[in-house]
């Protein structure tokens, strides 16, 4: 972090160096400040200083949350003012960077609102006042690089420094903002480890056979627990504790399914662990789950790692199985030393690993943990409703831009311009602009892919990394793609993979359905997630995404998308369930609170689905829709135009899907299953 006074000399620009954004704490008067300990606040931060200041101003903000001086939760503050008596405080501020303002033993008056298209929060004290400013970085990027070679005690090393982010190895580290980005890894001629890195002490090891195979499948957990990997001296995967316990996790594949339960146990949990720490709102997981558990969680929180891995062992998976959340990713990777590079990125995305000898993602094991939203593979030959991962894609992505509105351009498939801009409509506080050229020529299809556009739709059938125009076939890898993403009505696996070796970030390929695409270039207008907006729009038609996955072209930072279930019990009676979703800005860990009269005001974590306590009514159904936030599926059905929903169609819905599951006839209707396998 860096610390530098205002060009008007009047306040603090606080720059977090990693990520290269800055947020300016602007005082009254002139700050002369000096450092500070950073470990003297209630929460992990990177740096500190201290001067005095009557008032502090900051605007970009998007929440800001009051603690007292023991760092118990006060209140949150929004729009409005608020007063607080004579006492220490805590400012914890959610900006461009992650801010902590404490000020020392006085009364205190705020006001938040609107400042143009940001938030501010004003803060005002009786007289001159010390003042403590502490930053964070959210640390979304690689902050080094790990060079390796081909030896697979090569990537046991550099797994063992993935954790080298993390501000802390309480169970505070199941919040995301606290897991700083893993370094990258590349291959070279051998290990070397930048002097910066320090590798975790959190007493924990993990022993793996000596192949590549053996540490991908480890690496998240490795991460996420601070673990040292190192040779086994068998076949087998050993997870051990420095108390001298050990938790045999398998061999070769059926280290997969023990790996993939211990991460999603141990991210529950730990979720559940620290409700004794920083925050203690109530919990719809702790609510359910807590009494069932043979640990009380908060007494955890001071535990050591060993310990507190020694109750989370004990408990029965049946107890949390139906509160894990939905994994975003399971990733296939081949046992080669190439796709060492790949892992940093999906850790950091606590991403399950998986191993097949081409990468290939079929006949892999069902876990005993919940599906993945998607599998992505390292393979060259991705079969549909996969995503070929790109290291390259992962790489430039950290740099892309990523704005409020986005600018989509639609070329040869004047039929998808509607489904775009309906499915879009009202979602983010602006509508994407979109362009339609109905020329099917090289040179427009050659055009539209070299704009600097969020998403490019193109309406031309694209095979094998050629696309089909009127006047010849046009190679995807002769062009310098600008988009964001292209989207293709009518291509395949390679085509897709084509256009992001090109140049773009990410690329979608339908097979042959101007209108899915339409409507996946229309969800990805909207803010949603590359997995989202397919899974939302092609259901279990054929399609294939390269890239990121987990990328949004147009966002929203505070958003947060819901997928929203709403099944009939009764013409004007439904059963609702709702699962917010993870994203780059709300990854797994993540709490989300709806704040809306039709569910109960507790927070959940996000991929978690909750579901409300009693059947609803019609109308409590519309205002829930109402939030431009929400998926809908109503009876089963995707409703993709949030204008359609209406008293009547629901009630319409309604009707037909009890007739259909009405004693008599020839039994339930099949609903559409959409979740990635």
Request: hydrophobic share 40%; net charge negative; glycine share 8%.
């Amino acid at each position: 972090m860096r610390f530098e006074r205002a060009d008007d000399g009047l306040g603090v620009v606080v720059t977090d160096t990693v990520e290269e954004r800055s947020v300016t704490v602007h005082t009254d008067q002139p700050p002369s400040f000096a450092p500070s300990d950073p470990d003297s606040f209630v929460a992990p931060l990177d740096d500190a200083v201290t001067f005095y200041a009557n008032e502090l101003s900051v605007e970009g903000v998007s929440s800001v949350s009051v603690f007292d001086e023991r760092g118990d939760h006060v209140r949150g503050l929004g729009a409005g003012g608020a007063a607080f008596p004579r006492g220490t405080y805590y400012l914890n501020v959610q900006s461009e960077v992650q801010l902590y303002i404490r000020v020392f033993d006085t009364a205190i008056e705020t006001q938040g609102g609107d400042a143009g298209t940001s938030q501010y929060i004003d803060v005002s004290a009786g007289g001159p006042t010390r003042v403590e400013v502490g930053a964070r970085s959210r640390h979304e990027r690689p902050a080094a690089t790990i060079t390796v070679g081909d030896d697979p005690e090569d990537a046991m090393a550099a797994v063992s420094y993935l954790g080298s982010g993390m501000k802390e190895w309480s169970a505070e580290r199941s919040w995301p903002t606290i897991r700083g980005h893993p370094p990258a890894i590349e291959r070279g001629g051998g290990l070397h480890v930048p002097d910066d890195l320090s590798k975790p002490e959190t007493g924990v090891r993990v022993c793996v056979p000596k192949s590549h195979a053996a540490v991908y499948r480890v690496a998240p957990l490795a991460y996420y627990l601070g673990a040292t990997v190192e040779p086994a001296d068998g076949a087998a995967t050993v997870l051990c504790l420095e108390n001298g316990y050990e938790e045999r996790l398998g061999t070769g594949r059926s280290v997969e399914r023990r790996v993939d339960d211990l991460l999603a146990r141990c991210l529950f949990l730990d979720s559940l662990v620290r409700i004794g720490g920083y925050y203690e709102f109530e919990r719809y997981e702790y609510e359910t789950v807590g009494g069932r558990l043979p640990f009380y969680p908060p007494e955890l929180y001071d535990a050591t790692l060993s310990e507190q891995l020694m109750e989370y062992l004990d408990v029965s998976s049946g107890d949390i199985e139906p509160y894990l959340p939905e994994w975003p990713l399971t990733a296939v990777l081949r046992d080669a030393p190439a796709d060492v590079e790949l892992l940093p990125y999906l850790v950091n995305d606590l991403a399950r690993v998986h191993v097949t000898p081409h990468g290939e993602a079929t006949g892999t094991p069902k876990s005993s943990v919940p599906r993945s939203m998607i599998v992505g593979d390292s393979s060259t030959e991705s079969p549909a409703r996969t995503a070929a991962l790109s290291v390259d894609a992962y790489e430039r992505g950290v740099d892309a831009v990523i704005g409020e509105r986005a600018e989509v351009v639609v070329v040869a498939a004047p039929e998808t311009v509607d489904l775009v801009e309906t499915v879009s409509a009202d979602r983010l506080a602006q509508n994407p602009s979109v362009a339609c050229v109905d020329d099917r020529s090289r040179a427009a299809v050659a055009d539209a892919l070299e704009r600097d556009a969020d998403v490019v739709l193109v309406g031309v059938a694209a095979s094998n990394g050629t696309v089909a125009c009127r006047d010849g076939g046009l190679s995807l890898t002769s062009l310098d793609v600008d988009a964001s993403t292209v989207v293709f009505t009518d291509g395949d696996a390679v085509s897709a993979r084509r256009a992001v070796d090109a140049g773009a970030l990410d690329a979608v390929a339908l097979a042959g359905d101007s209108e899915r695409a339409g409507r996946v270039a229309g969800y990805l207008a909207a803010g949603c997630t590359h997995t989202d907006a397919v899974r939302a729009a092609a259901a279990d038609a054929p399609w294939w995404l390269a890239g990121d996955p987990q990328r949004v072209v147009a966002s929203d930072d505070e958003q947060v998308w819901m997928e929203l279930r709403v099944d009939s019990v009764a013409p004007d009676e439904h059963d609702v369930t709702y699962t917010p979703l993870p994203r780059k800005h709300h990854r797994l860990g993540s709490v989300v609170w709806v704040q809306d009269d039709a569910i109960a005001d507790v927070h959940s974590l996000v991929g978690v689905t909750v579901s409300l306590d009693a059947p609803v009514s019609t109308e409590t159904v519309l205002e829930l829709t109402a939030g431009p936030e929400y998926l809908l599926t109503l009876n089963g059905e995707r409703i993709h135009d949030r204008s359609r929903v209406t008293e009547a169609l629901v009630r319409d819905s309604a009707e037909r899907a009890l007739a259909e599951t009405a004693p008599n006839d020839d039994g339930p209707r099949e609903e559409s299953e959409w979740r990635a396998e």
